[in-house]
């Protein structure tokens, strides 16, 4: 009798150890859960306009975008710096106004890198953090110190200003090289075949667009008539690095395929991924997959692939359980334009949809349009779904995450609006200085003041209004979101009190 007892004491003691453990067990596993920082995407669209998206009325079906929208938070005012791609990104990744940095313009492929290596970025914020950090997709920030030998590894890049992985296009899908750079080296290049580069001139005996107009699939409207690749003729020079070259058709796949790898080598750790998609930018190529599946031509299409893209990657985040502790950031780093240098019937195609959404210039342009883009920020649980009439710049995203990470950094231009991408606050910025190409312009509360400049006031080649004037501009955005009607010359003080304010910000920029 007495064994009997002994032997269930010993079980019941044996049981409840084993209870203990494992209750420790769960609640050290839920503290390490708790205690995680979150993994940060931004998801950087190229030349995606305003009303490009489904959940800001477009007609082309983004059913992925729509349901990130639906689920986060979508701000109303959502800024890019620029109406152009350099200055944007320039700006998204250093928190500084584009327009301190005289050179932050669109780059050629073979420009310097743009970002000082002493610089503060995001990447280096997240690094500091204990982050793994990657961009993949366009870079567009240059390499290297202007006298790039892309036979050999490229230095300084992505991996230089914080990046411990990087797997890029140099420059836009357009411009030469067409070659993806991973860690600072040509992917599969051929030490026989080296590749040269030149945005002077053409290397003799190699075709161009305009030497060999029968070897093109895509025929150029404007300024694209430079070295022909996959039957597309591109911006710049290039010889040589045959078994390197990219297949456009491919290429949003190809990034997809790296941006989940490095996910799923990462799931155990908190990464930073900046997933910058080449698309809807020309030249326009989907995979034959969406061929068609917009009714409004490749540029449609495109961006019906790029919506596919982006449902891959949250498949992937839902399937490795990773959505509660991620924050997403979905934006573009300008606004849209249809026609921007070859013949790909987007301005045909296009129909009643309007790519510029309720206002008025788009890509280039001051104009709302111009920097006017969606912006959503999306987190499983901790963003409750809505909408925001904030005024946000992706320009505040370095303030705000150093704030999310715990991490001290010098002042820059971007302001800590982290409470407003969580929803927790509708405050946002009280102005914001816009720029495109060169020229800049004040968003401040419900207006926007636009100095005289001086140039056509149409690009023709594009069809956008560039928003420049002779006389100074003042809209009111509540009441004329569409910039029709200037009150400069009827509300002075209001001008006045704009003008200000602008100069207090720009000094003797």
């Known amino acids: ?60 079906a983004t059913p992925n975008m729509d349901k990130l929208a639906a689920q986060g938070l979508v701000f109303e005012n959502g800024y890019a710096t620029s109406a152009t791609c350099t200055p944007s990104r320039y700006a998204l990744l250093t928190g500084i106004y584009p327009w301190r940095k005289k050179d932050a313009k669109i780059l050629t492929g073979s420009a310097p890198l743009l970002i000082d290596t002493s610089q503060v970025t995001i990447p280096k914020l997240m690094k500091e953090s204990g982050y793994v950090t990657s961009i993949v997709g366009k870079w567009h920030l240059g390499l290297g110190d202007g006298n790039i030998n892309w036979n050999t590894h490229i230095s300084p890049g992505p991996n230089d200003v914080g990046f411990d992985e990087s797997y890029i296009m140099a420059a836009t899908q357009d411009r030469v090289p067409t070659v993806y750079i991973k860690d600072g080296k040509v992917i599969d290049l051929d030490p026989a075949d080296p590749i040269e580069v030149s945005y002077k001139e053409n290397f003799p005996g190699e075709p161009t667009a305009l030497d060999h107009p029968e070897m093109l699939r895509m025929k150029w409207h404007h300024t694209h008539n430079n070295s022909i690749v996959n039957g597309i003729s591109r911006i710049g020079f290039m010889k040589g690095g045959n078994s390197a070259k990219w297949v456009d058709t491919t290429m949003s796949k190809t990034f997809l395929k790296e941006a989940q790898r490095f996910v799923m080598d990462n799931k155990s750790k908190p990464f930073f991924l900046y997933y910058a998609l080449q698309q809807p930018h020309v030249p326009r190529t989907p995979n034959p997959k969406f061929v068609g599946k917009s009714g409004k031509g490749p540029r449609g299409d495109v961006i019906v692939e790029a919506d596919w893209t982006l449902g891959q990657l949250m498949k992937t985040l839902e399937n490795e359980n990773l959505l509660e502790n991620t924050l997403i950031v979905f934006t573009s780093d300008n606004g849209p334009v249809l026609n921007d240098g070859y013949y790909d019937e987007a301005v045909e195609k296009n129909g009643s949809h309007k790519p510029w959404g309720p206002f008025s210039g788009g890509k280039y342009s001051l104009l709302q349009a111009g920097t006017h883009v969606p912006f959503v920020t999306y987190w499983k649980g901790k963003i409750k779904p809505g909408t925001s009439k904030a005024i946000v710049s992706q320009l505040d995203l370095l303030a705000s995450l150093s704030d999310l990470v715990k991490e001290e950094i010098p002042q820059t231009d971007s302001q800590n609006l982290l409470s407003t991408f969580l929803g927790e606050t509708s405050q946002g910025r009280s102005e914001l200085v816009i720029e495109a190409m060169s020229r800049t312009a004040l968003r401040k509360g419900d207006w926007v003041m636009i100095p005289p400049y001086k140039g056509p006031k149409v690009m023709k080649k594009q069809n956008i209004k560039t928003g420049s004037s002779d006389e100074y501009q003042l809209y009111n955005l509540v009441d004329d979101i569409n910039e029709q009607t200037n009150l400069a010359k009827k509300n002075t003080a209001k001008l006045n009190e704009m003008i200000e304010s602008f100069k207090s910000i720009k000094g003797n920029d």
């Open 1 to 60: 009798m007495e064994k009997q007892i002994c032997y269930y004491l010993n079980k019941f003691s044996f049981l409840l150890l084993l209870f203990l453990v494992v209750s420790c067990k769960k609640e050290n596993k839920v503290q390490q859960i708790i205690d995680k920082k979150p993994n940060i995407i931004i998801v950087y669209m190229d030349d995606l306009g305003y009303g490009d998206v489904g959940f800001n009325g477009g007609e082309i």
